[in-house]
Every structure is written in C-alpha cells, then in structure tokens.
C-alpha cells in the first residue's frame, strides 16, 4: 500500500520507542510513595494518558502537582535501562528529513525529551503535553504540529498505538496508520494497521513523502 505526505507525525511511546518496562516500575513505586494499593491503582490505564491526568484520577487535587512532578523524576531517571526503540523506528525516521516529520506525545517534554535520547531519535519537532491546552483524543496537537511544520493536515500521516492517538489524528483530518504494538488489531480503528513501523518504509523528495505500508 502506497501512501504520498507532506509530513509524517509520530506518537513516541508504543509508536517509536517502548517504555514499557520503566512505567510499571515507576508508577508501581509511585503509587506506594502516595499511598496508593492495589485495589485504587490496579485498574487505572496509564497508555496514552498525561500524568497529570492520573495523577488526578487517583488523588486529592490539593496533591497533583507535587504528584505529576514526582513521577517525572522517576521516569527521568530510569531512561537508561527502561527504554528501547521499537522496530523500524530508526530506519524510518532516518529516511526523513528534519523537516518532514515530528514526533507528539502526552508525555512532558523532559521526559520525552529523555527517552527519545535514550532511544537514539532526534525529531526535526518535538511537540509534548507542555506545548496544548487539550491532549489527545482532541485534535489540538496533532493540528498544532502540523501548523508548525507548515503543513495542511489533510496531508499529514499520524502514526500511533493508541485509540486516543488515533481519534486525535482523524478529529485532525489526517491519515491515521495504527500500530498493534500495544494493542490488538482489533482493537484499533484506523485507515491503516501494521505490526509496526518495520512494516513502513519511505522515500523523501523535495515533492513530499512516499510511504510504502505492508498491511
């Protein structure tokens, strides 16, 4: 399957990195520093979530923002044994130019910052939950990174794991490839679906981006 854009827009965690075994480490040390057992935590979805919005789930307000800053220390500082690139990702990425494609996550910018360099990425924009008033699932990030790369968003490919992910990028007007990394196929409605970004592979010209997706 052949696809043409003008950028290319990637969630990071479960998209182009995995980090997965750092976040049950530092939220489980987490929720016991606040007092949290199981039976409060064991349930709460932390993919594709911003801190601050657990944090909130599960705590008196007058405690979220000395909370979303601890959890952040933790996840910091656990970058170097915590986080991996998934496949493809590298090779992807590498095919693109700076200007073609930007990487736009829930997660702060230190921290995505952070695991982004653990993992051996540098995206030509970083766009994080500092940068929007609304994260996903509303449409405001993803416009935003388009509006910074000088893109229409019809012509934007929006790569991510996440149901969240996936309704922002469509509520933005793009093409949405989903990536069963996290969850199942089944559980993602997009226009495209792969195993994951080994799966994709690109051309850049001065025209734009050519996607070849084994679907």
Request: aromatic share 4%; hydrophobic share 45%.
């Amino acid at each position: 399957m052949k696809l043409h854009a003008q950028a290319l827009l990637f969630d990071n965690d479960g998209t182009l990195i995995s980090s997965l075994d750092s976040v049950v480490r530092c939220w489980t040390r987490w929720a016991r520093e606040f007092g949290l057992g199981a039976e409060d935590f064991g349930g709460i979805r932390l993919h594709g979530r911003t801190a601050r919005e657990i944090a909130a789930d599960l705590l008196p307000a007058e405690v979220v923002d000395r909370a979303v800053a601890r959890i952040e220390d933790l996840e910091v500082e656990d970058v170097a044994s915590g986080v991996v690139a998934l496949p493809g990702s590298r090779e992807l990425t590498a095919a693109l130019p700076a200007a073609r494609w930007a990487v736009v996550t829930s997660a702060t910018r230190r921290l995505a910052a952070a695991r982004l360099d653990a993992a051996g990425l540098t995206p030509g924009l970083l766009l994080a939950a500092d940068d929007v008033r609304r994260g996903k699932p509303d449409p405001e990030p993803y416009l935003l990174a388009a509006r910074r790369l000088g893109v229409d968003p019809a012509d934007c490919v929006v790569f991510e794991d996440a149901p969240a992910g996936i309704d922002s990028g469509r509520a933005a007007g793009m093409t949405t490839v989903a990536l069963a990394t996290t969850h199942t196929a089944g559980e993602l409605t997009a226009d495209y679906v792969v195993k994951d970004l080994s799966a994709v592979s690109a051309l850049a010209t001065d025209e734009g981006v050519t996607l070849d997706l084994t679907v």
